[in-house]
């Protein structure tokens, strides 16, 4: 069965553009995440969907950050005006979730975005 | 801010030995996960173990939770070159927050 799926894979932007993420979860997970990975480093969580609902979104580095899964599938993050330090890769997952908590999370294979 | 800290940072062992690495965190957890992250693969789930067991198998991989301690160890046993990656401990709680990560390298 199809995994997460990211898109686009790479995105390269002036500082000052706006971008957007898309991520497609696994069908019937009811959570999904977003994480921010710098080069050498670990996943840093940014936010958490329960279906269209966005439960916690105090990762999310600065107001240009803002994610949206309206229907409780698909999910957008956009970055605003980006800046050079927002150059990283974003990872999405999603699960399901067992007894109120969450479980094993299947990542997408990340969106690499330059600020150039 | 990250959590869990893996010790060591890298690891170099031959292929066959068995290699073992450690997690501590600092708050209370619903459950610990352990990821594997490569170039290939991207990031993939190895092993959940709740904050009520103490010890997981799942074929070459062995997990073990210290709640006590706030600590887990992972151990791969009988290493292959396949295993060369990164691998992140990830606590559960209100939040999932990942370590920095072990690289492992296994040496021909």
């Known amino acids: 069965g199809a995994g997460v799926s990211q898109s686009p894979r790479y995105k390269v932007a002036k500082r000052g553009q706006d971008v957007a993420l898309r991520c497609d979860p696994i069908?019937?997970?009811?959570?999904l995440f977003w994480y921010q990975q710098a080069l050498g480093q670990g996943p840093e969580f940014l936010t958490y969907?329960?279906?269209?609902?966005?439960?916690?979104k105090s990762g999310l580095p600065s107001d240009r950050f803002f994610a949206e899964r309206p229907e409780g599938s698909v999910s957008t993050l956009k970055i605003q005006r980006t800046q050079q330090e927002d150059s990283a890769v974003y990872l999405c997952?999603?699960?399901?979730?067992?007894?109120?908590?969450?479980?094993?999370?299947?990542f997408g294979p990340g969106t690499r975005l330059t600020v150039l | 801010s990250q959590q869990g800290e893996e010790d060591p940072q890298a690891l170099s062992i031959q292929e066959g030995e068995n290699a073992t690495m450690n997690c501590s965190y600092k708050?209370?957890?619903?459950?610990l996960q352990w990821y594997r992250q490569n170039s290939g693969r991207g990031l993939v789930h190895l092993i959940l173990?709740?904050?009520?067991?103490r010890e997981k198998h799942s074929g070459r991989l062995r997990v073990t939770l210290d709640t006590s301690k706030k600590s887990s160890s992972l151990l791969i046993t009988a290493s292959r070159a396949a295993d060369t990656a990164s691998y992140f401990c990830?606590?559960?709680?209100?939040?999932?927050?990942f370590g920095k990560g072990t690289r492992l390298h296994i040496l021909p």
């Open positions: 997952a999603s699960s399901f979730l067992r007894e109120g908590l969450v479980d094993e999370q299947f």
């Open positions: 069908s019937g997970h009811v959570s």
């Open positions: 969907f329960q279906n269209e609902a966005q439960l916690d």
């Open positions: 708050t209370s957890i619903n459950n």
């Open positions: 173990i709740r904050s009520n067991e």
């Open positions: 990830a606590t559960v709680e209100d939040k999932i927050i």
